[in-house]
């Protein structure tokens, strides 16, 4: 049983695109994090969200978490080639821990 | 300040072998925590060590073991390699005393078991 589903698995769309990808659980997180994974590399962490409700943005990127802290949503606005790749949601049942649940990702490819 | 160092970076094994990977956190990281990455299921982990001793543990049979060094260098070991094995194995380093912090991962050990 996956514990956080991620969707869509996969996105091909065309740069200048807006897109979201989605991350849902019915476990409560304390805290859920966003990485971005490049072949033949390990996942970069792109950001951490905590509170309920809270909405963090990184330039063309915004995260937010649900009020529940069960779900979080990344939207890429304006998409270019260079945000092709793999997208993973991470949650924390615990903090203090490295042990985190990921989704399954999403792999995103930008066309120019 | 150098990053989170796997070794090897590829490794090919028989089914039945052994096989152990090395992971060196970043300097000041007391926590590593292991990861297996396949294709269809994802990224799954597998345990976590602070300060030398087992902090979390997944759910992966017990051929998969692994310790930590005083330096909080990490190994971990797969004995019987099955095919099944076959993954992506990321480490991933961090402080490990404070609520929600950051992990740094390294860019893995691909093993592939024939």
């Known amino acids: 049983t996956q514990l956080l589903e991620q969707s869509p698995q996969f996105l091909s769309i065309q740069e200048g695109e807006n897109l979201t990808v989605y991350c849902n659980s019915s476990s409560v997180f304390s805290s859920l994090q966003w990485y971005r994974q490049e072949p033949g590399e390990g996942p970069v962490l792109l950001v951490t969200?905590?509170?309920?409700?809270e909405v963090k943005k990184l330039k063309r990127l915004t995260f937010q978490f649900g009020d529940a802290r069960k779900d979080s949503s990344l939207h890429i606005t304006a998409a270019q080639p260079g945000d092709t790749g793999l997208y993973l949601c991470a949650g924390a049942l615990s903090s203090n821990t490295g042990k985190l649940i990921f989704g399954q990702g999403t792999t995103l490819q930008v066309k120019p | 300040k150098a990053g989170v160092t796997q070794t090897p970076r590829y490794l090919i094994k028989t089914r039945g072998q052994q096989v152990t990977l090395s992971c060196s956190p970043i300097s000041g990281h007391r926590s590593v925590s292991w990861y297996q990455q396949t294709p269809g299921q994802g990224l799954q982990f597998l345990f976590e060590?602070?300060?030398?001793?087992?902090?979390n543990k997944g759910n992966f049979p017990g051929r998969f073991s692994g310790r930590q060094f005083s330096n909080s260098r990490s190994e971990m070991n797969v004995s019987t390699l099955e095919l099944g094995d076959s993954a992506l194995y990321l480490c991933?380093?961090?402080?490990?005393?404070?609520?929600?912090?950051?992990?740094?991962f390294g860019s893995g050990t691909q093993l592939s078991v024939l």
């Open positions: 969200v905590v509170t309920g409700g």
């Open positions: 991933a380093s961090s402080l490990g005393d404070r609520d929600n912090e950051k992990l740094f």
């Open positions: 060590y602070f300060s030398e001793t087992q902090r």
